[in-house]
């Protein structure tokens, strides 16, 4: 089924090594965000992207790093992970064009640092 | 800056009860989508229902309603007639019409239905 898949889904590492989250989405949307969820904040924006090559920061940018050389995968990477950053981690994908304007959300990334 | 305020960390209702659960955004936007998402142990975010801010009639899914009132920056879900499977976190939240595609969620409710 088409949609968005993200990988792995728990992950373990420890403090200040690097780790990547992967995020490939199949309907080619234009729009791709990571979110971080927390308990007693909701989901927080980390990074988003427009288009291939065009990314910006969202509210918690800071220890994260975002590629997006092509417009399927949106890739998240921890440059030195902190306890700080142990969480659920949420990519997502939105198409303006889309008449009923919706976000497809992958199913989620456990990461916690030890 | 946009923001989404959910006051009710945690709910508790009988099954077959209606339930409201309640939020308030702040923006200075004129037209914008809101929406509710519910979120199951299982981690997937599902869309309960979207509102488009320039469309005055309330949208409702099923048993899913809400109760948008623009003026006062409020917009409540209510679920009627409650079952086991709406058992979840709720997240209300927002995005501009114009710009980036942003969405902006509150801090969640979440919501126990009880046999």
């Known amino acids: 089924d088409a949609g968005i898949t993200q990988s792995p889904r728990y992950k373990i590492t420890e403090t200040g090594r690097q780790v990547t989250l992967m995020c490939h989405q199949t309907w080619s949307h234009s729009y791709m965000f990571w979110y971080r969820q927390d308990l007693g904040h909701g989901l927080r924006l980390i990074y988003y992207s427009a288009a291939a090559d065009i990314t910006d920061k969202g509210e918690v940018p800071d220890g994260y790093v975002v590629s997006r050389s092509k417009t399927e995968n949106f890739p998240l990477t921890l440059e030195s992970a902190t306890r700080s950053q142990t969480s659920v981690y949420f990519c997502?994908?939105?198409?303006?064009?889309?008449?009923?304007?919706?976000?497809?959300f992958g199913s989620g990334t456990r990461l916690t640092v030890v | 800056a946009q923001t989404v305020t959910q006051s009710q960390p945690e709910m508790s209702v009988q099954e077959a009860e209606t339930v409201t659960l309640s939020c308030t955004y702040d923006?200075?936007?004129?037209?914008?989508?809101l929406f509710w998402y519910k979120q199951p142990p299982s981690r997937q975010m599902i869309l309960v229902i979207r509102?488009?801010?320039?469309?005055?009639q309330n949208a409702t899914e099923n048993r899913f309603s809400v109760n948008f009132q623009k003026a006062a920056k409020s917009f409540s879900l209510k679920i009627s007639d409650s079952q086991l499977g709406d058992t979840a976190m709720y997240f209300c939240?927002?995005?501009?019409?114009?710009?980036?595609?942003?969405?902006?969620f509150g801090q969640g409710t979440r919501l126990t239905i009880n046999p």
């Open positions: 997502a994908s939105s198409d303006v064009q889309d008449p009923n304007y919706g976000y497809t």
């Open positions: 509102q488009e801010a320039y469309k005055q």
């Open positions: 939240a927002f995005t501009p019409i114009q710009g980036a595609q942003k969405l902006v």
């Open positions: 923006t200075s936007e004129s037209n914008y989508y």
